[in-house]
């Protein structure tokens, strides 16, 4: 309207300026705009430009955790036929324990004398715990029938799967940067508790604390370990995962051919399928960021 | 404006034919300035009173210093007038004098009374005291007679004013209220305007409707409880009259069964209280000897496990020690109003009367108790045992299995369950030996109860409820500290799964970040107590019926000892024979009215249109109201009436 006047205005009208102060610039309206408008504007600033290949890659870490608890479920299946016996799996928990230390020597560089003392001490706690608490987990849900048993495991399995911290462990070493959020939290209370429902099914009170120290050791050092693998060497961590995937595929088959054929599933659908939906629908990702955005406040200062 | 009275009048000066003059004796109530109550108490002839004249200011100085303090300040008793038997037509008595002049003439009291004087010899000693008097008093009252026949009421003649000096102004056109009461009389009745049972400043709790908080507000016409105490200090003031009436004339024989009364009567009172003495000084020493061992735990353990006991032993000493005062029948007769003096009486009855129904109750009791010692023994201890055996071995045992279908955990259910049942296991044993005692302990009831009352081996049987069932409360305060400690860790495990805290400072719940140790801690903890909590919240409930149950048996008890103690019984008794004593409220029966200007009595009704429009006075019709003074009788249940009366004053224009 103004513009669309004449180029050469009264001389006397002043230049319209951005600012935010001033109020009303005369013979401008209010929403005027004049031709830098929209020039600060950044299109997609923080969007990470990714290829199929960086993101199968990535989706191994989530396929690799499914198998890790596709074999504590496979374990507990197995103690519950009475398969296992307590002192086969006596044996199973000294040997992971063993060679989680084993993994966290050869991994950490940072690897001082009191942080192992630290995580002796800490495991050491749990297993007086859980040797205390054995008896009365062994008894506790005798009056409640084994479908909700089994009802309430899974259910609270899916929520710690669907809840978990793929990216981190929830576990750190101590002095690690960010502390853990309430959903990485809820998700280890609800692998916790699905393992002591478990754990109450059993026969007798060293089948209950056998069962608890596995369950424990995997759900809390598991991703400690597959963290600093991973932080470690890449090649050794796909390898690793590629090991993993494989045994458990095997112990599922000659297990059930139904479940088989559902991680097969899973793991296809995690491994190829959601990376490709991904980069087909990351082609529509439209972010605008520009000088009008709220300030945000950087806390991760480390000093 | 006319000015408006109102003349409380006795009863008996209307009942019969007044012959000659008469000295009114009364109080002067004023609330407004055109508007008085003149309070008759009593009338006292001339004849007989001629050799009181010097003595009367002293006379009427005692009659106030004996009368209520709250009388006392706001109007004093005072000679109020005379009144002069007079002719039915209520002609002046006086000879020669004119109407007119009497009323023009406005030089006082003392011009007044020489007008009257006018052949009139026995005014000479009143004119004396009339010079005393007139200078620190503001009314004076002359009254005529005048006929009124309602025979249903007895009444024959109504006083009619002649003129009143009111503040040194000769009024005599004003509108009248003639208010006939039967003076009170203690042990017969009185009157009073509050409910019967509210107290001095009594508020009633009921919810008054908006037009009577209007009506409050509206300043009160009349100080109605002024009137009301000094018509019930009547009889009073007339006795101390009379006193020193017949102190003067004559001393009159005493009979001697009076006097023999009298002093059997004094001498029970001392021989009761040197009793009371006694038995006061033993208990002090037994209670000063008992103190001796009052630092040991011992002590005020036994304290506090006999305190209901000791607390009616306390309340029966109390009221035994107190038989004295009520013997010695002071204070009845130096109460002036029959209200306050029928409250004190009251209040007296009351003591001995409950004391009474207690000690007769106790004796039923205690004579039966002592007749059926072994049939009761053997009862208590059916009881006692099917108690234990049915009850609680069996509930417990029941509680162990299957409870109601409720499938409990079985271990946490046993280690309760086995609790319990050594306990009760260790009680009962302990019971066995005391079981042995129980005929001893049931015919010291039977005695306390002879002696004491009902209300003292009553509060012991409580103490030994509770005594008994010790282990029943312990076991329930022990499982309740279980499930409280339980719920409390519940929900504090439930707050740490939402990532929240609670905060006592604010009251709130906060966000929270918990480490990951207190995290799993946490969850290995939920678990159990969540799956535990059926079973101790049955276990709970359990026990809790028990206590309850034998609670409540504690409580009926205690409500039994709280209705014998707190029954009025003197007052049901006196309600029911005699209701006059009880007056709840006064209300007015309107008897008729008279205008001067037609004779005849009217109905209640005054013509509104009849009101003067021009400016002569003596044109005026005057008018009286007369009406008679009732009381409300209480009856049981009964909403409380209003304190306030108002008498409006409207219907005498």
């Known amino acids: 309207m103004d513009t669309s006047i004449s180029g050469d205005s009264s001389p006397t009208r002043p230049k319209w300026r951005k600012v935010a102060y001033g109020g009303m610039q005369p013979g401008f309206d209010d929403n005027h705009t004049d031709e830098t408008f929209l020039e600060d504007m950044v299109m997609n600033a923080n969007v990470v430009k990714r290829n199929l290949l960086k993101v199968m890659q990535d989706s191994v870490s989530i396929s690799q955790y499914l198998c890790i608890v596709a074999l504590v479920v496979l374990v507990w299946t197995y103690t519950l036929r009475s398969t296992l016996n307590e002192n086969s799996l006596l044996l199973l928990d000294v040997s992971l324990l063993g060679l989680g230390f084993l993994t966290l020597l050869l991994t ?42 089994w009802a309430v495991t899974i259910s609270l399995l899916l929520l710690h799967l669907f809840l978990h911290d793929y990216s981190g462990s929830t576990i750190r070493a101590p002095g690690a940067l960010k502390n853990p959020n309430l959903t990485s939290c809820i998700s280890l209370n609800a692998s916790i508790v ?43 961590h796909l390898l690793f995962s590629f090991g993993l995937m494989a045994a458990t595929l095997a112990l599922v088959y000659s297990l059930h051919l139904l479940l088989f054929v559902l991680l097969v599933g899973m793991l296809v659908f995690v491994n190829v399928l959601c990376p490709y939906w991904l980069i087909r629908i990351q082609e529509y990702k439209f972010e605008i960021n520009g000088p009008w955005d709220e300030a945000k406040l950087c806390f991760d200062i480390t000093d | 404006m006319r000015r408006k009275c109102r003349i409380w009048w006795p009863e008996q000066l209307s009942s019969t034919q007044p012959s000659s003059d008469n000295l009114l004796f009364g109080w002067f109530v004023s609330c407004l300035s055109d508007s008085l109550d ?12 001629s050799n009181l004249q010097s003595g009367l200011q002293e006379i009427l100085h005692s009659i106030n210093g004996n009368m209520h303090v709250s009388l006392q300040d706001k109007s004093k008793f005072c000679l109020l007038g005379q009144s002069r038997g007079s002719l039915s037509n209520g002609q002046v008595f006086c000879n020669g004098m004119q109407e007119d002049d009497l009323r023009k003439s406005s030089d006082g009291l003392t011009g007044c009374c020489r007008q009257w004087s006018y052949g009139c010899l026995k005014l000479d000693g009143l004119l004396e005291q009339c010079r005393q ?25 109504i006083p009619k004013v002649h003129h009143i000096h009111w503040n040194s102004v000769l009024v005599s056109r004003c509108d009248v209220h003639v208010i006939v009461y039967e003076t009170p009389k203690y042990g017969a009745h009185h009157f009073s305007l509050r409910f019967w049972n509210s107290s001095e400043h009594g508020k009633t709790s009921i919810k008054k409707p908006k037009w009577v908080d209007e009506l409050h507000e509206k300043k009160p016409l009349n100080d109605l409880d002024t009137v009301i105490l000094a018509i019930n200090s009547a009889t009073a003031a007339k006795k101390i009259f009379e006193r020193h009436d017949g102190f003067r004339r004559s001393r009159v024989n005493i009979p001697i069964i009076w006097m023999f009364c009298a002093f059997m009567c004094h001498l029970l009172a001392m021989s009761m209280a040197s009793l009371s003495t006694v038995f006061y000084i033993f208990l002090q020493f037994s209670h000063s000897f008992l103190n001796l061992g009052s630092q040991s735990w011992v002590y005020s353990a036994s304290a506090k496990a006999f305190s209901n006991t000791w607390i009616n032993i306390r309340i029966r000493c109390c009221q035994i020690l107190y038989w004295p005062i009520f013997l010695q029948d002071n204070d009845l007769r130096s109460q002036s109003s029959v209200e306050c003096a029928e409250k004190v009486a009251l209040h007296k009855h009351s003591m001995w009367s409950s004391l009474l129904v207690d000690i007769l109750l106790g004796d039923l009791i205690g004579l039966t108790l002592l007749f059926h010692m072994e049939s009761v023994c053997s009862w208590v201890s059916n009881f006692a045992s ?60 039977a005695i306390l109860a002879i002696l004491f009352g ?18 029943l409360s312990t076991l329930h305060w022990l499982i309740s500290i279980l499930y409280s400690l339980q719920l409390h860790a519940l929900a504090a495990l439930w707050r740490l799964f939402r990532g929240r805290k609670w905060n006592p400072l604010r009251q709130r719940l906060d966000s929270f970040d918990y480490t990951v140790k207190q995290h799993v801690v946490g969850s290995l903890l939920f678990t159990p107590l969540l799956l535990l909590l059926p079973t101790t919240s049955l276990f709970y409930i359990f026990f809790t019926i028990m206590n309850t149950a034998v609670s409540l048996s504690s409580m009926f008890i205690e409500v039994i000892i709280s209705v014998i103690h707190a029954t009025p019984y003197i007052k049901i008794i006196l309600r029911l024979i005699k209701p006059r004593r009880f007056p709840s409220g006064i209300w007015f029966e309107i008897i008729g009215c008279q205008n001067n200007s037609s004779d005849s009595p009217c109905s209640a009704f005054i013509d509104k249109n009849s009101s003067p429009s021009d400016g002569m006075p003596q044109q005026e019709d005057e008018s009286i109201l007369i009406s008679v003074l009732h009381s409300n009788y209480m009856n049981i249940g009964e909403a409380p009436c209003s304190q306030k009366s108002f008498i409006s004053l409207d219907i005498l224009d």
């Open chain 2, 454 to 471: 009902v209300t003292v081996p009553a509060a012991l049987v409580i103490d030994m409820i509770a005594i008994a069932t010790l282990h």
């Open chain 2, 133 to 157: 008097m007139s200078t620190g008093r503001d009314y004076w009252l002359e009254l005529t007679y005048d006929s009124h026949d309602l025979h249903a009421r007895e009444i024959r003649w």
């Open chain 1, 194 to 236: 699905a393992s002591v429902f478990i754990a109450s099914r059993l026969p007798s009170r060293v089948h209950v604390f056998a069962i608890m120290l596995f369950s424990l050791q995997v759900f809390l050092f598991a991703p400690l370990v597959t963290y600093c693998i991973r932080k470690y060497s890449f090649r050794l």
């Open chain 1, 108 to 149: 950490e560089e940072m690897l001082s004398l009191d942080l192992l003392l630290h995580y002796v001490l800490n495991v050491s706690f749990f297993t007086t715990g859980l040797f205390v608490l054995a008896p009365i987990y062994q008894t506790l849900t005798q009056s409640i029938s084994s479908d909700s048993i």
């Open chain 2, 38 to 49: 003149i309070v008759v108490a009593f009338a006292s002839n001339l004849d007989s009173s």
């Open chain 2, 386 to 445: 099917d108690f234990t055996n049915e009850l609680l071995r069996s509930g417990c045992v029941w509680l162990m299995g299957v409870p109601a279908g409720f499938k409990l955990n079985i271990e946490l259910a046993g280690i309760l369950g086995m609790i319990s049942l050594n306990t009760i296991q260790i009680w009962s044993t302990l019971w066995i030996f005391v079981g042995s005692l129980l005929i001893y302990f049931i015919k010291g009831l």
